[in-house]
């Protein structure tokens, strides 16, 4: 019977640290599920063959990840593939209402879709993360609104976060699993 922790790595690459808070919502999740849990950035990473469980967290720029992760991404694609992986992103796709937005927002970037072929995740997930109007130019202002983006600020849905660590908890096995689907 195994009796130690499932361990899980979390990596991220985040511009202005909204995706890392969801990265480390992530691990807290997992972390009360009875996983030992180890979150870094890509420059950080870890050495992979640890772990039981990786998941690869990026913000979104440009319909692609951010370099720092596809750049680990594919240098370790061959480890990557071998391992229980999760990959999720975070940018505007989710936030997008709409016949035309909900379709732009389900449509996986083309680039990030190669990514997640070369690692075989058994998820990716996007969540929506944080576009502030300050900043952004008005061709890119017009286009969000166009795609029926309504609102600027913080656009996190922590609810669909939860159930989605609770997803990959209940995928690993994790002893307390259940009991957070209950509080999700
Ligand atoms: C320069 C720039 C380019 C962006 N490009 C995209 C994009 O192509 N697709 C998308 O869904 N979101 C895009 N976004 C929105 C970001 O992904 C979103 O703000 C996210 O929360 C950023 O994560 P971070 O705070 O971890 O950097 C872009 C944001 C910036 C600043």
Request: proline share 4%.
């Amino acid at each position: 019977m195994k009796t130690e922790p499932t361990r899980i790595a979390i990596i991220y690459a985040t511009a202005q640290g909204s995706t890392r808070d969801i990265a480390e919502f992530i691990g807290a999740e997992l972390t009360e599920c009875g996983a030992t849990v180890e979150l870094s950035d890509f420059e950080h990473a870890p050495e992979l063959s640890r772990f039981d469980g990786i998941i690869l967290g990026s913000a979104v720029h440009n319909r692609d990840f951010l370099p720092a992760a596809t750049a680990f991404i594919r240098t370790h694609r061959a480890e990557l593939r071998r391992s229980d992986v999760w990959m999720f992103s975070v940018g505007l796709g989710p936030a997008l209402r709409g016949p035309i937005g909900r379709r732009v927002g389900n449509t996986v970037p083309k680039k990030i879709a190669a990514l997640c072929e070369t690692v075989s995740p058994w998820d990716y997930r996007p969540f929506a993360g944080h576009y502030e109007r300050v900043g952004v130019s008005w061709q890119a202002r017009t286009i969000y609104r166009l795609l029926g983006g309504a609102r600027y600020g913080d656009l996190r849905n922590w609810h669909a976060i939860r159930t989605w660590s609770t997803m990959v908890a209940q995928s690993l096995g994790l002893a307390n699993a259940k009991a957070a689907n209950i509080h999700a």
